[in-house]
């Protein structure tokens, strides 16, 4: 049966949640709060519309529909500034390694994120040629935990859904994936991941015999 990789953005093939941050600092400073990395962490895997709740809720402050939007829009503005200068070395560690293998092999690729800017980031660390399909937050309705992003990029890469393998370092993600009947790798800290089929620090742990074995199960 024919394999389909699907793989988050943040946090998972480059670390873009530091800009993230200092985008939503910014707003929420400017808006005469403080921000947190701790409370940073909510926001993983989480659309922006959500992200931009949650902190309006952190700074207990409330928003008319207009302001929300213009909120919205000026911290991707934001967030589009710090991360104009990316390059290859935001990459994270070894993720090169795993996607030249599924390459060689002809492992259909996909990217799978919330992110609404994945294809340009893509671009500018030179990866956008490994992947077959990319579903992100321009493609989808439903956020993670709904599993519709990576339903949608098994659909695009023509393989079962029970037959793809998704990599997230979020519980949305990870919950996202289970619920679509995938298998799911988590990349993190295993406390924080526990409902993942297997779990990693990073790329740097997992082997190519690992991905073989994904691969012919």
């Given at each position: 049966?024919?394999?389909?990789?699907?793989?988050?953005l943040?946090?998972?093939?480059?670390?873009?949640?530091?800009?993230?941050?200092?985008?939503?600092?910014?707003?929420?400073?400017?808006?005469?709060?403080?921000?947190?990395?701790?409370?940073?962490?909510?926001?993983?895997?989480v659309?922006?519309?959500?992200?931009?709740?949650?902190?309006?809720?952190?700074?207990?402050?409330?928003?008319?529909q207009?302001?929300?939007?213009?909120?919205?829009?000026?911290?991707?503005?934001?967030?589009l500034?710090?991360?104009?200068?990316?390059?290859?070395?935001e990459?994270?560690?070894?993720?090169?390694?795993?996607?030249?293998?599924?390459?060689?092999n002809?492992?259909?690729?996909a990217?799978?994120?919330?992110?609404?800017?994945?294809?340009?980031?893509?671009?500018?660390?030179?990866l956008?040629?490994?992947?077959?399909?990319?579903?992100?937050?321009?493609?989808?309705?439903?956020?993670?935990?709904?599993?519709?992003?990576?339903?949608?990029?098994?659909?695009?890469?023509?393989?079962?859904?029970?037959?793809?393998?998704?990599?997230?370092?979020?519980?949305?993600?990870?919950?996202?994936?289970?619920?679509?009947?995938?298998?799911?790798?988590?990349?993190?800290?295993?406390?924080?991941?526990?409902?993942?089929?297997?779990?990693?620090?990073?790329?740097?742990?997992?082997?190519?015999?690992?991905?073989?074995?994904?691969?012919?199960?």
């Amino acid at each position: 049966m024919k394999k389909g990789f699907i793989f988050d953005l943040d946090g998972v093939i480059v670390d873009t949640a530091k800009y993230h941050y200092l985008a939503w600092k910014k707003l929420a400073n400017e808006l005469g709060f403080e921000f947190t990395k701790e409370q940073n962490e909510l926001f993983k895997g989480v659309s922006r519309k959500r992200c931009l709740e949650i902190l309006l809720e952190i700074g207990n402050r409330t928003a008319t529909q207009q302001e929300f939007d213009t909120w919205m829009v000026e911290k991707n503005v934001d967030y589009l500034k710090f991360i104009e200068n990316m390059d290859a070395s935001e990459i994270l560690p070894d993720v090169p390694k795993i996607l030249e293998y599924l390459k060689e092999n002809n492992i259909p690729i996909a990217l799978g994120s919330a992110s609404k800017n994945a294809k340009p980031i893509l671009e500018k660390v030179g990866l956008l040629p490994y992947f077959d399909a990319i579903v992100d937050g321009n493609n989808v309705t439903k956020a993670k935990p709904d599993p519709e992003v990576f339903l949608l990029a098994a659909k695009h890469l023509g393989v079962n859904a029970d037959d793809c393998i998704v990599f997230e370092d979020a519980v949305a993600g990870v919950e996202a994936a289970n619920a679509a009947k995938m298998i799911s790798i988590g990349i993190g800290e295993k406390n924080i991941l526990k409902e993942a089929d297997y779990i990693f620090n990073d790329f740097t742990e997992i082997s190519i015999s690992f991905i073989q074995e994904l691969i012919e199960k």
